[in-house]
């Protein structure tokens, strides 16, 4: 993993995950610990973020390091024409390691091909996300005690939702059973599923959200994603058509939890945060240590 970059959930191997694993439950632990002093992280955000951007602050912030960068491309040159190659080469001159997210997919390959540091993929339009991946799989292992042999119900939008690709791809080592529950227009894409077809892992397509719910050990519940619509009139046809209420979590496993990516609009009812299955607040959490550890392992700081 040193000075490699972090593109794709493709790029790490199981044992990647599970070493980053190992080493985010050592920073929630000890998540203060010097060891990125005169280092500098850039955060090139040309897309709106909370938890990915301020969450990789806060590691490199618990670790020593400093940040620079940009939350809006708007107040870079970019602004005035400048390209993408441009921006990187020079920013690699300024930093030791790059996360960036942009809307265009394939642009932190891109990225990652010009830089002279190494970039993370901070999420390429609806492509992928895998620093999601890594603190989903942290949360999942953390809450059910293993990775091994789950059912998974991912539920909302799987065609636009670049999480639910990473967390398929990882999750794959793992001998998982999927639950696919969308409405017909956001279904996972072909190409998902040919890839499962291929692992030999089981899945399942349902529209009925609430029929196969006390199968679930995890629920991995997603925003529609709006930005990713060419037509508003689609968008509004599916926004609202899952919505997890606390009632319905009446007859599911003791130790089932709720994940989800955030942020949420409407998907889930405020009333379930109360409720002790809820675990996407803890989630966003583990972003830190998550992120702690995947700096470190790519700057290879001990
Ligand atoms: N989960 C996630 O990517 O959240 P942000 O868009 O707030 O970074």
């Known amino acids: 993993m040193k000075n490699k970059s972090l593109i794709s959930i493709n790029d790490y191997s199981k044992e990647d995950y599970l070493k980053i694993l190992d080493l985010a439950e050592e920073f929630e632990n000890n998540s203060v610990q010097k060891i990125l002093e005169g280092k500098v992280v850039a955060t090139l955000f040309f897309e709106p973020s909370t938890r990915t951007r301020l969450s990789f602050e806060s590691a490199v912030n618990k670790l020593g390091g400093k940040v620079i960068g940009f939350t809006d ?23 030791d390691l790059i996360v960036m997210r942009h809307p ?15 970039v993370v993929n901070a999420g ?59 409405p017909d227009f956001l279904k996972m894409p072909d190409e998902y599923k040919l890839f499962l077809d291929e692992k030999g892992i089981k899945y399942y397509e349902h ?10 050990d995890i629920v991995y519940m997603t925003r529609v994603q709006k930005e990713r619509f060419s037509d508003p009139i689609e968008y509004e046809k599916v926004k609202n058509v899952y919505i997890l209420k606390n009632k319905m979590l009446e007859n599911t496993k003791e130790n089932m ?24 607040f803890q989630q ?3 972003g830190v240590y998550t992120r702690q550890a995947i700096i470190a392992s790519i700057l290879g700081l001990k």
């Open 73 to 95: 491309a708007a107040s870079s040159s970019v602004q005035k024409g400048e390209t993408l190659k441009d921006t990187i080469m020079t920013v690699a001159n300024y930093s």
């Open 257 to 280: 939890r709720i994940l989800h990516p955030l942020p949420r609009v409407n998907e889930i009812n405020e009333d379930v945060d109360a409720n002790p299955k809820a675990y996407y």
């Open 124 to 182: 390429d339009g609806a492509n992928q996300h895998p620093t999601q991946t890594l603190l989903d799989l942290y949360s999942i292992k953390k809450t059910q005690g293993k990775l091994e042999n789950l059912n998974i119900f991912i539920v909302g939008d799987l065609k636009y939702g670049r999480t639910v690709h990473s967390l398929l791809i990882a999750m794959s080592h793992f001998n998982p059973t999927f639950n696919f529950i969308s």
């Open 104 to 118: 265009i997919e394939g642009s932190a390959r891109y990225a990652s091909e010009v830089s002279k540091v190494p």
């Open 284 to 286: 966003a959490e583990n």
């Open 207 to 216: 529209s009925d959200f609430t029929k196969y719910i006390d199968q679930a």
